[in-house]
């Protein structure tokens, strides 16, 4: 089996790590990763050559490095602002692109990416791994088949903790782009998009504000959301998109929809496999996740293809549909109106 070379394009994101590693695990896959842009974090917030070293990859100091290195695959997980140089510096070498979420910080950048990769005749993917859940593999079923009716709402949630307490520059608008609508509203609306095949929203009606953490003073963006969108195919959306999840709480957050069919409602929670337990040494209640590795899967899928599954990553076009609704969402916040969705 021939070697599959994979770059890892900065460690920003949270998720960069786990990315990195797991790409590592993999069968006929070879890792090199470089995070030359790295600037004031967090105390204890560790980056570059050191944090490649605690997780056990390779490292170059520079991407003009790892493009020489010759990779077949990258996957970018710098600051939002900074995807588009690096996708369009991947599109420039002729390899395909997996993205962190959002795809950019404006929809103008976004179109540019997906340009560029099609000029380039490269893949451009996001990384939005909940597509690949059981849990929403099993409401798409339901959907598809038409068990559930015609989907009249879908209310969700998807919450966490403020990763400006990991990673500084998610609360920085000028790195991030926004807060939380932003970082929570992109992962429900491509499980929409994918559940209603690409059915456009017509229109976006939003909330936001930072009451959850205005006392602390340091968080300049948006840590709360509350959005209503309607689809072009009549279904309407209610999602809490907020960085609600208590600091010390033993779970980052997670991702649930309920999905009301003129025949049936539909429940899932994306990450509810779970042990439940109170440790008495540390007093405090303990969650242990198992089930599948949703980034394992979407990294497979990009890597080698969805195989036999129902779901591919999704794809640049997508990626750029869900970046127009936060533009408009953060339209609404601050007209307060609906806002269309060009």
């Not at 600051?79 to 002729?94: F, I, K």
């Not at 979420?101 to 404006?106: D, E, I, R, S, Y």
């Not at 337990?277 to 599948?292: C, M, Q, S, W």
């Not at 609704?325 to 953060?330: L, N, P, R």
Request: one cysteine or more; a negative charge; aromatic letters at 8%.
């Amino acid at each position: 089996m021939k070697t599959i070379k994979v770059g890892v394009l900065s460690f920003a994101h949270v998720h960069a790590g786990g990315f990195a590693r797991g790409l590592a695990g993999l069968d006929g896959v070879e890792v090199l990763t470089a995070d030359p842009d790295t600037g004031p974090g967090v105390p204890g917030e560790l980056r570059g050559k050191e944090f490649a070293a605690r997780i056990g990859v390779n490292y170059v100091d520079t991407y003009e490095e790892l493009f020489a290195w010759g990779p077949d695959k990258v996957v970018v997980c710098a600051e939002n602002v900074r995807h588009r140089p690096l996708v369009e510096l991947a599109a420039s070498h002729g390899v395909d692109v997996l993205c962190e979420k959002p795809l950019a910080t404006t929809p103008e950048d976004g179109a540019a990416m997906v340009e560029a990769c099609r000029a380039a005749g490269v893949r451009l993917a996001v990384a939005h791994p909940v597509r690949f859940s059981p849990a929403y593999l099993a409401v798409r079923e339901a959907v598809r088949a038409g068990t559930a009716g015609e989907v009249l709402t879908v209310s969700a949630a998807n919450n966490g903790y403020m990763p400006g307490a990991r990673r500084r520059w998610f609360v920085d608008p000028a790195l991030a782009g926004g807060g939380a609508l932003t970082d929570h509203t992109v992962h429900v609306v491509d499980l929409l998009d994918d559940l209603f095949e690409a059915s456009p929203v017509t229109s976006v009606y939003a909330q936001t504000n930072n009451l959850l953490y205005e006392a602390a003073g340091d968080v300049p963006v948006e840590t709360a959301g509350l959005l209503t969108l309607t689809y072009a195919n009549g279904a309407v959306l209610t999602l809490d998109c907020s960085w609600s999840q208590p600091r010390h709480h033993p779970a980052w957050g997670g991702l649930s929809m309920q999905v009301v069919g003129e025949r049936a409602i539909l429940e899932m929670d994306a990450f509810d496999q779970k042990v439940f337990g109170f440790d008495e040494t540390a007093r405090r209640p303990v969650e242990l996740p198992y089930g599948v590795d949703l980034d394992g899967l979407m990294l497979r899928a990009f890597l080698f293809g969805p195989g036999e599954g129902p779901v591919d990553v999704t794809d640049g076009a997508a990626g750029l549909r869900a970046l127009r609704i936060v533009a408009a969402a953060y339209e609404s916040a601050r007209t307060g109106r609906a806002v269309p969705v060009g």
